[in-house]
C-alpha cells in the first residue's frame, strides 16, 4: 500500500488544489453568468426565454464549462512533465513499473474529472433551485426544472438522469482523458511529442451538451473514446517494450 501511496501523492498534491480551484472557477463563472440574464418576475408562460433552460442558454453557461474542463485537463498533464523535479529521475527511484504509474496516475485523473463534473453539477442545481425560489409558484415548479433538464443540452449532459448512455459515454470520457493526460507526459518524457490530448479534451469539452435526442451523436463518441482508451494503452505498452 505505501509503495502505491509514493507513487500516486506526488501527482494528488500537485493537482488536487489546482483542479478544485478551477472548478470552484468554473462554477462561479457560471453564477455570474446566469445573474446577467435580466429575469422578468412577471413570468410569460409563453416566452421560452425565460424558461430555465433558455436562460442557461443566455447565460453561456456550456462554453463556461467546457474552458474549465479544457484548463483541468492542462493542469492534469503538469505533474508528470519534466521540470526542475526531474520527474525522470523520481520516476526512476519508485520501486513501480512505469507503465503501471501511468494507469495509477490515469485513475487518479479520471477521478479529479469526476470532481469537476460533480461540481458544475452541484452549481446547476444549485442556480436551478434559485431560479424556483424568484419565478411565481403558478408557473414553476419542480416538474419545470425536470423538463428544464430534459431538454436543454448542457444541463441534460451535467445529470442524464435515466439516459444511461450518456452516463457512459460521461464516464468513459473522464477514463479516457485521465489516462489520456497521464500518457502524454509519458512519451514526452521518452523524447516522443504527442498531441492527441489537446485536440480529444477540447472536443469533449465542446462537445459535452448532449439532448435527449442526441443518442446517435453521443454514441459515436463512446466508439470514438472506446477506441481513444484502447490506443492510449496499447501506445504505452508497446513504445515501453520498444525501448526494452
Known amino acids: ?3 502505491w501511496l509514493s507513487v ?3 501527482a494528488a498534491r500537485l493537482s488536487l488544489w489546482k483542479v478544485l480551484l478551477l472548478s470552484a472557477l468554473a462554477a462561479g463563472v457560471q453564477v455570474l453568468l446566469f445573474l446577467t440574464v435580466p429575469l422578468d ?3 410569460d408562460p409563453d416566452s421560452v426565454s425565460l424558461s430555465l433552460e433558455g436562460v ?3 447565460g453561456n453557461l456550456s462554453p463556461a464549462f467546457s474552458v474549465g474542463f479544457v484548463l483541468v485537463c492542462a493542469v492534469l498533464v503538469l505533474p508528470g512533465i519534466e521540470r526542475g523535479a526531474k520527474t525522470s529521475y523520481a520516476l526512476r527511484r519508485l520501486s513501480v513499473d512505469e507503465r503501471v504509474v501511468v494507469l495509477l496516475w490515469g485513475g487518479m485523473n ?5 470532481i469537476f463534473w460533480g461540481i458544475q453539477a452541484a452549481a446547476a ?4 433551485q434559485y431560479y424556483l425560489q424568484i419565478m411565481p409558484t403558478e408557473y414553476v415548479n419542480q ?3 425536470l423538463m428544464a433538464f430534459s431538454r436543454s443540452p448542457y444541463l441534460h449532459a451535467l445529470l442524464p438522469m435515466w439516459d444511461w448512455g450518456l452516463t457512459i459515454r460521461n464516464l468513459l470520457g473522464c477514463a479516457v482523458l485521465g489516462l489520456s493526460t497521464a500518457a502524454l507526459p509519458f512519451h514526452w518524457r521518452h523524447g516522443r511529442k504527442a498531441w492527441v490530448t489537446f485536440p480529444l479534451a477540447i472536443l469533449a469539452g465542446f462537445a459535452f451538451p448532449c439532448g435527449m435526442d442526441g443518442s446517435t451523436i453521443y454514441f459515436i463518441q463512446l466508439f470514438v473514446l472506446g477506441v481513444t482508451g484502447v490506443l492510449a494503452v ?5 513504445w515501453h517494450e520498444d525501448e526494452e
Do not use: E, N
Open 110 to 114: 479520471a477521478l479529479l474529472l469526476l
Open 1 to 3: 500500500m505505501k509503495r
Open 56 to 58: 442557461v442558454h443566455q
Open 143 to 145: 416538474q419545470t426544472l
Open 41 to 43: 418576475t412577471q413570468y
Open 234 to 238: 496499447f501506445g504505452v505498452w508497446r
Open 8 to 10: 500516486l501523492t506526488p
Open 125 to 128: 442545481l444549485a442556480l436551478s
